[in-house]
């Protein structure tokens, strides 16, 4: 099998290095993660690589099962983060879909298996937790 795309990218993650990340992009790259957010163009996704590894300690990605058919890689990876305030967020479900062309990665999509029910959404008036824990609005 060829040299994967999406591990090569998973360890530049890993090693919370954002211009690694950019090195595998093309110039016209998109990225979308797992909370929704999207950025378009090599600047773009850059800052949003370096926006959510700036809230990093550390991050590990362990490939599970990965395939590919011609320039389209779709792999289930478990991510595990520590965040700067050291909490632990681990094991989390995690597949990734890696579009190449000639001149790198041009699209990435993250889908995370960790979304609260449809049922269990906050209304204006309640306060927002993450990982537990309230998070103040100021």
């Known amino acids: 099998m060829e040299e994967s795309p999406l591990a090569g990218l998973l360890s530049a993650i890993d090693e919370l290095d954002v211009d690694a990340v950019l090195a595998l992009c093309a110039p016209d790259c998109s990225l979308m993660t797992a909370d929704g ?64 062309g000639p001149a790198g990665i041009r699209d990435v999509r993250v889908y995370g298996a960790n979304e609260p029910r449809l049922a269990d959404h906050l209304s204006e008036q309640q306060p927002m937790r993450v990982g537990g824990r309230l998070v103040l609005p100021l």
């Open 37 to 100: 957010r999207h950025a378009e163009g090599r600047h773009e996704v850059g800052r949003l690589v370096g926006d959510f590894l700036s809230t990093l300690r550390s991050t590990s990605h362990e490939i599970m099962v990965q395939w590919h058919q011609e320039h389209e890689w779709i792999a289930e990876v478990l991510a595990s983060y520590e965040l700067q305030d050291w909490l632990r967020l681990e094991h989390l479900r995690r597949a990734f879909f890696v579009r190449t």
